[in-house]
Every structure is written in C-alpha cells, then in structure tokens.
C-alpha cells in the first residue's frame, strides 16, 4: 500500500471519527422527537403570528396555521396524546407481523434457513449465496446481523478464504441492501405506516400497503447480490489478501436429521400457505378481490396483507418447532412470541414520541403549507423529474450517515417530502423507494449503525488489529457501488415508467374539487 492510499485513508477515518463524535451526542431518538415535537410547538405559535398561509391544492381554500400554544391547541394536545400513540399506524402494523416472526425466530427455523442455504450452495456460488441470505435475513433484522455475519467470516475461513471478506459479503446483503428484498418484510409494513400518515396530509384517506415497493425492492435484491459478489471477489478480497492469522479454525455445523426434517416440513406449510393466499385474489371469483370492481387494486387482499406475512411466517415456523420439538407446547408457542415482543421495548418508546411529533406535524398544518411552499419553490429552480429524484436519494443517504434508525428518519422525512413531491406529481411509493436507497447504502460505513459495534467486535475475532477504520475501508465499495448502481436502476425504473408494486404507480395526480 502506497503512502498516498495510506495518508488519503488516515484523512477518511479522521472524518470518519468526527462523524461518530458528532452522532454520539446526538439525543436518544425518542428525546429527539421529543425535542422535534416542542420544536413544532413553537413554530406553529411563530407561522401563527405572521400568518404563514398557503393555498391547497385541493380544495383552493386557504391553509393558515394552528397555533398549538393557544387556547384549542393546548387542550387538543393534552386530550390527543394517547390517542396519537394508539392511533399511530406503524403501530398495531409492527406488533401484528411480530407474532409472526417470533415465532419463526423463536423455533430455529430462520436460523436452519440461513445455515441451509450457505451450506448448500456450491463453493463457486458461495459468496453470492451469502449476499443473497443477507437480503433475505431482512425478514427478521436481527437474525442476519447476529447469525449470518459472522457465519459469513466463518464459511470463508473454513474454505481457506480471508474470514473478513465473508463477513463484508454478509454484511453487504444484511446491511446495505437493507431496503432491498425477496420477500416482504417488517421493514415494510413500518414504513407504508408512516407514508400513510403524511400521505394524509394532502390526501385524508390515502392508505399506503406494505407491498407498494414490491416489485422495484425484488428487482434490487437481484441486483444487490450481483454488485455485492463482485466488490468481494473482484475488490475486496483481493485487496485483502492471504488471511495469515491465528483463529482457531472451526468446522462449519451441518444439519442433523431432526433439522432437516423440520426444514423440509415447514417449506410445505409455507407452500400450503401461498397456495391458499393465492386462491383468494387470482381466481376472478376470489373471495380476498375488490368487491366493488373484482380488481386486485385496493383489495381486501392488500389491505389486509399484514395478516397475510403473519401467517407466512407463522405456520411454517409452528410447524418447523412442533417437527425439531422447540415447541411442544401453548406455553412455548407463546414464550416465542413473547419474547419477540419484548425485544420491541425500545421501539415503542420511540413509537409514542415520535406519534406525538407526527401528529403535532399534521394538526399545526405546517406539513401542508411546508409541502405547497417547497413544490412551488423546486418548481421555480426547476428542479423535478430524475433529478429531484436523485438528490433526494443522495439526501437520505447523507442523513442515515448521522441517524440509524430507519423509521425514525422516515418518520421525521415522511410529513415533509410526501407531501411536497405528491404536490409536484410524484406517487408516495416513489418517494418511499427513493428513501430506502439512501437509507440503506450509507448503514455500511457509518458509526451510528446499531451493530456497527458488533461487526468490529465480530472482525477482532480474527485479529485484535481490526478495528472501524478496518470495516470503513473493506465496506466503502460497496456503499459506492451500490449508490451508483441502485440509482441507475430507479432512473431506468423511471424512464420505462414500470409500477414499483401493487398499487404503487410512478407518479399520483392530486384531486381537485
């Protein structure tokens, strides 16, 4: 390594290093929306003084702001507070999908899932199967960056290979596709919850599904695995070179009969499950179809869709414990699921803050008038179409550099931009994809990403001298090459004009009376 590459990383980590000082004084995100929401307090009072008016798109009438600190505002702020916390849509979403996958979680089968799909892909394929699993571990988050990352470091040393490379492909597909998948996952239900809220801005009964980013995150997920096995194999893994430390070498743990049994059970509930899923929405006579149309769209099918991923995840992974006995029993069936939810502690502190914040957002009406104000102005500078698309991307993933949580940055985005850009043609499913680009590009190279901890702490495994400027420089390709490539698929995505999902079209009209 040459003393240029050597000084142009140093100056890297050291900003780098800044970025994680700056992070780590920020608020804990549930004070922050605190904060947020005290902050839309005092300046619905301030656009209340001067009359900060606009004028809606829909019903041409003009918007004024409401002053929270009056009157009305304090007591609507004290009789709503709970009912912003029960009433908040990502809610009931996240703890519905939750019983499910506790319960896959809880048995092994996730777990088995993992381990059968690295074990059992060929030595050649091996790298892009462990790219591929971390994009499916999106189904239950903390499975992927406890299991398969340093599963990932393991297969490659056991097979002779650099242990970090392994890790950094698992932790590209886990990490930086994030927003990228074969399957729906609790990731989506999160934030068509919060799309809806602020879609509600302009439009009051606007509902967005989970399965509105489909189609574009399934292409992705393709595209993820393919970027991700050639930055290792072609940049990373050479750039590493012979891994010449002294871990104890450890043999991968194959399946016994008992998992392989369970395995092969569970998959034929799950089937059993699509097949019954499917006979109710693509038969014309499907009991799950828009009544009102017999269409697909806006179908109790998709409305309902979360009940749909519970019983995914739930059947098979019911089957797969009472198969290998991880569940014998009520008491055990439940204990998964209890301790699924226990996990969910921390997010629904976060959920009531962050509610109080969202609807205090919406009642000021600051949201509306922010959103016709910021659509005039990027109309003005010209600044639509690709371009607006782009840059809103490139935002989100300079703002995921200095905030973790993905639905604590879309729930601070969400009331601002969907908004704006429906106001400027653009249907919130668009929004929502561009969003989870940048969010998901940018987890590999920043500090402020939860397990960012827990991947040195893996690393240190395999040399103590590994440390975040280590994991920075392997995972910075990635995070360049997944930005410029997923940004390419979206603009072509765009210029074809394809449907990002069910119900999630390109581009919406606003209705005017």
């Known amino acids: 390594m040459d003393n240029s590459t050597f000084k142009k990383q140093t100056l890297f980590t050291r900003f780098l290093d800044?970025?994680?000082?700056?992070?780590?004084?920020?608020?804990?995100?549930?004070?922050?929306?605190?904060?947020?929401?005290?902050?839309?307090?005092?300046?619905?009072?301030?656009?209340?003084?001067?009359?900060?008016?606009?004028?809606?798109?829909?019903?041409?009438?003009?918007?004024?702001?409401?002053?929270?600190?009056?009157?009305?505002?304090?007591?609507?702020?004290?009789?709503?507070?709970v009912k912003n916390f029960v009433n908040f849509p990502p809610l009931g979403l996240v703890l519905a999908v939750m019983i499910g996958l506790g319960v896959a979680e809880g048995s092994g089968l996730f777990n088995v899932m993992i381990r059968a799909l690295v074990l059992n892909a060929p030595k050649r394929l091996i790298t892009a199967a462990l790219v591929f699993a971390g994009v499916l571990s999106h189904i239950a988050s903390e499975a992927g960056y406890v299991i398969l990352i340093p599963l990932g470091a393991l297969v490659f040393y056991s097979l002779g290979r650099h242990p970090i490379a392994g890790l950094a492909a698992a932790f590209s597909g886990v990490s930086g596709g994030?927003?990228?998948?074969?399957?729906?996952?609790?990731?989506?239900?999160?934030?068509?919850?919060?799309?809806?809220?602020?879609?509600?801005?302009?439009?009051?009964?606007?509902?967005?599904?989970?399965?509105?980013?489909?189609y574009f995150m399934f292409v992705s997920a393709i595209?993820?695995?393919?970027i991700g096995t050639i930055v290792t194999e072609k940049i990373v893994e050479p750039r590493l070179g012979k891994y010449e430390g002294n871990a104890e070498k450890?043999?991968?743990?194959?399946?016994?009969?008992a998992e392989r049994k369970g395995l092969r059970w569970a998959s034929i509930s799950m089937l059993i499950v699509v097949i019954i899923l499917a006979l109710t929405i693509i038969p014309e006579n499907g009991i799950f179809r828009n009544p009102?149309?017999?269409?697909?769209?806006?179908?109790?099918?998709?409305?309902?869709?979360?009940?749909?991923?519970?019983?995914?995840f739930l059947v098979p992974g019911l089957v797969y414990g009472i198969v290998v006995k991880t569940i014998r029993n009520d008491k055990d069936f439940v204990k998964h699921i209890i301790k699924s939810m226990s996990g969910l502690a921390g997010y629904?502190?976060?959920?009531?803050?962050?509610?109080?914040?969202?609807?205090?957002?919406?009642?000021?009406?600051?949201?509306?008038?922010?959103?016709?104000?910021?659509?005039?102005?990027?109309?003005?500078?010209?600044?639509?179409?690709?371009?607006?698309?782009?840059?809103?991307?490139?935002?989100?993933?300079?703002?995921?550099?200095?905030?973790?949580?993905?639905?604590?940055?879309?729930?601070?985005?969400?009331?601002?931009?969907?908004?704006?850009?429906?106001?400027?043609?653009?249907?919130?499913?668009?929004?929502?994809?561009?969003?989870?680009?940048?969010?998901?590009?940018?987890?590999?190279?920043?500090?402020?990403m939860s397990y960012f901890a827990l991947i040195?702490?893996?690393?240190?495994?395999?040399?103590?001298?590994?440390?975040?400027?280590?994991?920075?420089?392997?995972?910075?390709?990635?995070?360049?090459?997944?930005?410029?490539?997923?940004?390419?698929?979206?603009?072509?995505?765009?210029?074809?004009?394809?449907?990002?999902?069910?119900?999630?079209?390109?581009?919406?009209?606003?209705?005017?009376?």
Do not use: C
């Open 18 to 81: 800044k970025v994680e000082i700056i992070g780590n004084k920020l608020p804990h995100p549930a004070i922050l929306f605190l904060i947020l929401a005290f902050i839309v307090v005092i300046i619905s009072y301030i656009a209340h003084y001067f009359d900060f008016t606009a004028i809606h798109p829909v019903s041409n009438e003009v918007i004024h702001p409401k002053n929270l600190l009056s009157s009305d505002g304090i007591r609507w702020m004290y009789t709503n507070v």
């Open 178 to 214: 994030f927003g990228a998948n074969f399957l729906i996952g609790s990731v989506d239900p999160i934030l068509a919850g919060l799309s809806t809220s602020a879609s509600q801005i302009i439009v009051s009964d606007m509902v967005i599904n989970p399965a509105v980013n489909y």
């Open 223 to 226: 595209l993820i695995v393919i």
């Open 250 to 257: 450890v043999e991968l743990e194959k399946l016994n009969d």
């Open 292 to 312: 009102k149309d017999n269409s697909i769209l806006h179908s109790p099918f998709f409305d309902g869709i979360i009940v749909g991923i519970l019983l995914f």
């Open 348 to 448: 629904i502190v976060l959920v009531f803050f962050a509610a109080q914040f969202v609807y205090f957002f919406n009642y000021s009406n600051l949201g509306v008038i922010l959103a016709v104000k910021g659509a005039i102005t990027l109309k003005s500078i010209g600044l639509t179409g690709v371009a607006l698309i782009v840059a809103f991307v490139l935002l989100s993933a300079f703002i995921n550099l200095f905030m973790g949580s993905a639905s604590a940055k879309w729930a601070i985005m969400a009331p601002v931009f969907i908004p704006m850009f429906m106001l400027l043609g653009y249907h919130p499913a668009l929004t929502q994809a561009a969003f989870r680009i940048g969010d998901s590009v940018t987890n590999l190279v920043t500090p402020m």
């Open 456 to 513: 040195v702490t893996f690393a240190q495994k395999y040399s103590d001298r590994y440390g975040i400027g280590t994991i920075i420089s392997t995972m910075l390709p990635y995070t360049i090459l997944f930005t410029i490539g997923w940004i390419l698929l979206l603009i072509i995505w765009i210029l074809l004009g394809l449907p990002l999902g069910p119900d999630g079209p390109l581009y919406y009209e606003v209705p005017h009376k």
